[in-house]
């Protein structure tokens, strides 16, 4: 080649702009239309085109390559959900986006590899949420964001962060809370925690994927109001306090519309209002129209189709997509690929700590395990022999089914948990639980992300229960299994406990009440379930949830009273199913088809429960611990909720404060009260005091209400409580708004 064209070559390649190096327009502005049109679409399964996800089917067939990552065309980390398309000469790479909130999923073992690739599986979201403690969840997210730095990947599917307006929806336990103030804190805490390693979040699904039937395509139909003050406000409040790299728009239409090709919500509201810096992707096959994801500023269409690319093509060419729309839509997904390891040359070695996140798992699962009621049998003393009953006992379920689910190396149940601790167990009660268990999952299909096999409960005899009250106490484990794609449902065995557990529980607590002995019942579950006569018969009852792969540990460290219990309730648990507020209104309205009225509009959990006087059995914020502790002198000063705790038992302990305020109403239908704000003590001492101060506004002020189409803070006065639960309300304050 002649040395002229060699140095204009060279000229041509030394001007030719690279992401990372070169402002993102300049990069923009090199690319074709075709690179464009690439860009915005995933490059998932490139050489097939998977069938379409009907609107309104609702069973986990209805999601392509259900089971197994069919051939992904960037397979760059084996078992990550979806990839980003790569320009090479503009050095752009194949971004890798892998599920998930309770930890990364990716596949553990790769074709001719003998290393392994396992994750920690951290407690389940509503556990974190059950905390109260940010400071917390941001170390759980550090140690999850470490994983997905060093096995590779680039943005992580997570956090999950829809409200819980039912407690029947599949999901809840990878959503946080009933309440938008929890969640959206929680979240942002979360989502610092990922981002502080260097890698992205996609708090998802924006907005309102309230339940799993017709996921993609029921039609919800809720007012502005409910919108602003409830389903939206969480992520309001992590995009202004953590501005998560993505967002992933929801599945459902809210009001006739795809959430992914809604511009009100897409850019209206969360750029232009909320002054959002990401890029937003769908759900994956999410939606129908690829132009109108495009111009609502649904930027990138995951996990991608050639059908989209086609569509796109021709709609460029026939001008119906506009080439601007194009480049703002590639520019936003370009500003936050340039933030990614990828684009930064980060050389992974696949080396994560799994050892020192064991830890963290362990640390956080305790603290946010609820104990519900306890009549003193808790703790435990520290050795004994334990009479242990229940499946969920011997096969304790980390976390949840679907693309929450988690590749773990391991899981530790309580029977293992009980013995590592010094505990020893019922040897002939244990052996018939193990052997039941290991012969019915001899049956079922290997456990992985969709289906999570559990063995029917084992039926215990009476015989075998009167033999086992030689033991010092007994432990029934009731679990419930549920994840993505399924809502549960209001029958025995699922939200209501089964004939078989009830008579389980009633049986071992006649033997061992008989000799003075304590029962203790845990709850192994994802979201809440009926708990029916539990107090009467238990003596104790710990809700676990899901608490990750070291539940045995972290379950026995309760127990046993390591660590004082200091979670409390996330989300309302009512006495019966029809109490709940939207129980009328969940799956499809009445006489409707693929519609769903949210008819309850701000009356969710707790808002409902202490507007109308209706009892729940256990509240919003409720939690007992091993101490007890008094509130002294609260006062509002300088714009902080100012407040002492004082720990009044005889064991340290943590106390999760919360903050509510009752406002002048500006329209019909307000709730009485609403959470505004909270905070978690350290570990305090017995005698122990520590004064909190917490501010009443965090990035929106929660004074606020919706009305007449804007925010506003009414004139009046607004009375504040501080309050060991929604329920109870211990001192109050208050202040006047002119
Ligand atoms: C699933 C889920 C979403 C997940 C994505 C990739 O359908 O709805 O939460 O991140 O697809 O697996």
């Known amino acids: 080649m002649r040395i002229s064209s060699l140095i204009l070559l060279a000229a041509a390649i030394a001007c030719t702009p690279k992401l990372g190096k070169s402002p993102v327009e300049k990069v923009v502005a090199n690319m074709t239309s075709e690179e464009k049109v690439r860009t915005v679409v995933g490059t998932f399964n490139d050489v097939a085109t998977p069938p379409p996800v009907a609107p309104g089917v609702n ?82 997210g550090a140690a999850i964001g470490d994983e997905v730095l060093r096995y590779g990947v680039d943005v992580l599917l997570a956090p999950g962060m829809n409200l819980q307006r039912n407690p029947l929806t599949g999901r809840n336990f990878e959503y946080y809370s009933e309440d938008p103030l929890l969640s959206g804190l929680t979240s942002a805490a979360y989502v610092a925690g990922v981002q502080s390693q260097g890698v992205g979040t996609s708090v998802k699904h924006f907005a309102a994927n309230n339940q799993e039937l017709y996921r993609n395509g029921i039609n919800e139909i809720i007012s502005e109001r409910a919108l602003r003050e409830l389903y939206l406000r969480g992520f309001e409040i992590v995009v202004k306090k953590a501005q998560p790299w993505t967002v992933m728009s929801s599945y459902n239409k809210i009001n006739g519309t795809y959430a992914s090709e809604n511009k009100w919500l897409l850019t209206d509201v969360l750029r232009d209002e909320w002054g959002y810096e990401g890029f937003v992707m769908t759900d994956w096959f999410g939606a129908d129209d690829p132009v109108l994801q495009m111009e609502a500023g649904n930027d990138l269409l995951m996990p991608g189709t050639p059908n989209q690319i086609d569509e796109l093509n021709e709609a460029l060419a026939s001008g119906r997509l506009s080439e601007e729309v194009l480049d703002r839509n590639v520019a936003n997904i370009l500003r936050v690929m340039e933030k990614t390891p990828r684009v930064k040359g980060y050389a992974y070695k696949n080396d994560p700590d799994l050892a020192a996140h064991a830890v963290v798992s362990r640390e956080a699962a305790r603290e946010g395990m609820v104990l519900l009621h306890n009549n003193g049998a808790l703790p435990l003393a520290s050795s004994g022999k334990v009479a242990l009953f229940g499946n969920y006992s011997y096969d304790t379920q980390p976390g949840g089914s679907g693309s929450g689910y988690v590749n773990r190396a391991y899981k530790v149940t309580l029977d293992m948990g009980l013995e590592a601790a010094g505990y020893t167990l019922d040897a002939s009660l244990a052996e018939a639980y193990r052997s039941h268990i290991a012969a019915e999952k001899a049956k079922m299909p290997e456990e992985y992300f969709w289906v999570v096999p559990t063995a029917s409960e084992y039926k215990v005899s009476a015989s075998e229960i009167a033999a086992s009250a030689g033991a010092d106490l007994a432990i029934v484990t009731l679990g419930r299994m549920s994840g993505e794609g399924g809502d549960r449902t209001a029958e025995e065995g699922d939200y209501l406990l089964s004939a078989q557990e009830k008579q389980l529980v009633k049986r071992v607590s006649e033997a061992f009440h008989r000799q003075g002995k304590p029962v203790v019942v845990v709850l192994n579950i994802g979201a809440p379930v009926s708990l029916d006569q539990l107090d009467r018969w238990a003596d104790a009852v710990l809700l676990a949830w899901l608490p990750g792969q070291e539940a045995g540990h972290a379950i026995t460290d309760i127990l046993s009273g390591v660590v004082s219990p200091s979670g409390k309730l996330p989300v309302t648990l009512a006495s019966r199913y029809e109490d709940v507020p939207s129980a009328r209104n969940f799956g499809v309205s009445e006489g409707e088809i693929n519609t769903v009225r949210y008819a309850e509009d701000l009356m969710v959990g707790y808002r409902y429960f202490t507007s109308a006087g209706v009892k729940p059995k256990y509240p919003f ?114 202040i006047n708004v002119e």
């Open 621 to 734: 914020g409720f939690g007992l611990s091993y101490t007890s502790f008094a509130y002294d002198d609260f006062r509002i000063e300088g714009g902080e909720l100012v407040l002492t705790v004082t720990n009044t038992g005889s064991v340290a302990g943590r106390e999760a404060v919360q903050f509510y305020v009752e406002k002048p109403a500006l329209s019909e239908g307000r709730p009485v009260r609403e959470l505004c704000a909270y905070t978690k003590t350290d570990v305090l001492a017995p005698g122990a005091s520590q004064q909190v101060r917490v501010a009443l506004k965090n990035v929106v002020n929660p004074l606020e209400q919706w009305a007449d189409g804007a925010w506003i803070l009414a004139r009046g006065t607004y009375r504040f409580w501080a309050a060991a639960s929604s329920e109870d309300l211990r001192l109050s304050a208050q």
């Open 59 to 140: 069973n986990r067939a209805d999601y392509p390559g259900s089971g197994e990552n069919t051939a992904r065309t960037y397979n760059q980390v084996p078992g990550a959900a979806g990839d980003g398309y790569p320009v090479e000469r503009l050095g752009i790479p194949a971004i890798v986006y892998a599920d998930g909130p309770a930890g990364l999923r990716i596949d553990p073992r790769r074709e001719g590899d003998e290393k392994t690739y396992f994750c920690t599986a951290f407690p389940s979201a509503t556990l974190l949420s059950s905390t109260w403690d940010p400071a917390l969840v941001e170390k759980v």
